[in-house]
């Protein structure tokens, strides 16, 4: 699996767009971007993934950029709720995912 | 009914003791996970399971070894614990593979070695 890079920790005002970069310019080909959160001492809620197109859902946006080396997790409205720890993680077959140390989200009122 | 069950929740034992955690899911995936958490290191792949007749190390496996009984039962033993065990434990379960890894965790087992 390709090394994310990502910043320890981010802060977000309530109701602003919040904008979570990942790095992974060693990203292969074959390799999905997988987007995952931690709230406290939960386990791990998946959010999104994606291979090279932009992804929307209901929980967030993923836009990846054209060359896949990175990518931005967005939560368009964060709430005091989204307040988290956010792993960024470059899955490819066969393996499972690691999840390294993320990014600690507080989202401030 | 939770639909991954780790047992026990919480384990205080001592140095040098065999302690098993247990894993069990009614989902009806073949792939199952332990991870350890640790204050400021996240969290770390121990050991995984694609299906019954396959076990893989993960980052941190030493000090480690699991038993995939059945489909539905992971377990995860610590031959002799040591105080740098002590961490919260987390066991998921996924059945999607590349294109669709969504993991569903247990609610975790706290583990002090003291």
């Known amino acids: 699996d390709a090394k994310t890079t990502q910043p320890p920790s981010m802060d977000c005002a309530e109701g602003r767009a919040a904008n979570l970069p990942c790095n992974h310019s060693?990203?292969?080909?074959?390799?999905?971007v997988y987007w995952y959160r931690q709230i406290h001492s939960q386990g791990p809620q998946y959010i999104i993934h994606?291979?090279?197109n932009n992804e929307t859902n209901e929980m967030a946006s993923l836009i990846i950029t054209e060359d896949r080396k990175s990518s931005t997790l967005i939560l368009p409205h964060a709430t005091l709720r989204d307040t988290a720890v956010y792993y960024c993680i470059a899955l490819s077959s066969g393996y499972a995912l690691n999840f390294g140390k993320g990014t600690s989200l507080l989202v401030t009122p | 009914d939770a639909d991954v069950t780790q047992t026990p929740r919480n384990r205080i034992t001592k140095t040098g003791k065999r302690i098993m955690l247990e894993c069990s899911q009614t989902k009806g995936h073949d792939r199952m996970y332990w991870y350890r958490q640790d204050p400021g290191l996240g969290l770390r792949l121990i050991y995984y399971s694609f299906d019954v007749k396959d076990i893989n190390k993960g980052e941190i496996s030493d000090g480690y070894s699991v038993s995939r009984q059945a489909q539905a039962k992971f377990s995860l033993s610590l031959e002799s614990a040591i105080p740098n065990q002590t961490a919260l434990y987390f066991c998921?379960?996924?059945?999607?593979?590349?294109?669709?890894?969504?993991?569903?965790f247990g609610s975790g087992t706290q583990l002090s070695v003291l």
């Open positions: 994606g291979l090279k």
């Open positions: 998921a379960t996924s059945d999607g593979g590349l294109t669709n890894e969504k993991l569903f």
């Open positions: 060693t990203i292969s080909g074959n390799e999905y």
